[in-house]
């Protein structure tokens, strides 16, 4: 019998009704701006869906072009509740959404589970976020796909881009990052601040620091990654919570970033 993680946010963060997630999802996907990217990786920003969903959409709307080839996920994000040492595996079998099953890699998940810095942590996951809002739009997108999804704690750059190179794969795997930026300044001052956060991205310097992203572990990780995989960052969009739904005395950023293989034009 398997082990499934039950949804903890739907209902909160995005609409817990199957018919109305599904409508949002595609309605924010339609109104993404389009690029013609063949994306390795990104970076997608994890906050409700009025806040965030239409750059998150910007980032998987970047899949259109390579959807069918994908049928792996990797999915790193923060902790936000439980402290965990490392990256933690989830120690189920299944993770549920509103809009189905999605099944884990458990092969993916056996060959890094000897890591010195992967454990387990079914507490770390089962009111995790982070990874949990990222799930609708990767099955808007993708369909049918094995998902790993590893709730990064306290760890290196290091640690995190040595998992990823194990998992690392070809066409047929894809890296996702859930990380929002700035947190809680004046709307001025995040901009000029996730402005240079994503310049550094962009530069693929690291390390990116958790005042600047919660998820600055995990993207530290993937900025080491990709310069050993020579991947070329782009910024998809860069916008925060006063754009979109809330007030401007305090406001949360997000960035869309993808990660392409170098091609002659680069």
């Known amino acids: 019998m398997s082990t499934v993680r039950t949804p903890a946010v739907a209902g909160m963060f995005y609409p817990a009704e199957p018919q109305q997630l599904a409508h949002d999802v595609r309605r924010y996907l339609a109104e993404a701006t389009t690029f013609d ?56 079998d299944a993770f549920d959404t509103p809009l189905g099953r999605i099944m884990l890699d458990a092969k993916a998940a056996n060959s890094i589970s000897n890591f010195p810095q992967v454990g387990t942590s079914t507490e770390a996951h089962a009111l995790e976020h982070s990874l949990e809002v990222q799930l609708p739009f990767l099955q808007s997108v993708l369909g049918e796909f094995t998902l790993l999804p590893l709730a990064v704690g306290m760890a290196s750059a290091a640690e995190v881009a ?33 402005s240079k956060t994503a310049k550094a991205i962009l530069n693929l310097q690291q390390p990116v620091q958790h005042d600047q992203a919660c998820g600055g572990t995990p993207i530290s990780g993937l900025i080491v990654a990709a310069q050993k995989h020579r991947l070329v960052p782009h910024l998809l969009d860069l916008r925060n919570s006063g754009d979109t739904a809330g007030p401007r005395d305090r406001v949360v950023g997000y960035g869309a970033f993808a990660f392409t293989e170098r091609t002659g034009h680069d």
Do not use: N, Q
């Open 162 to 194: 040595e998992v990823l190179e194990a998992i690392w794969g070809g066409d047929e795997t894809l890296i996702v990052i859930s990380s929002d930026l700035s947190h809680y300044l004046p709307y001025d001052t995040a901009r000029a601040v996730d």
């Open 37 to 92: 990217f063949s994306p390795k990786a990104l970076i997608v920003p994890h906050a409700g869906y009025m806040y965030s969903g239409a750059i998150a959409a910007t980032a998987y709307a970047s899949l259109e072009h390579m959807a069918e080839k994908i049928s792996r996920v990797i999915l790193l994000g923060p902790t936000h509740r439980v402290a965990v040492r490392g990256l933690a595996l989830p120690g189920v």
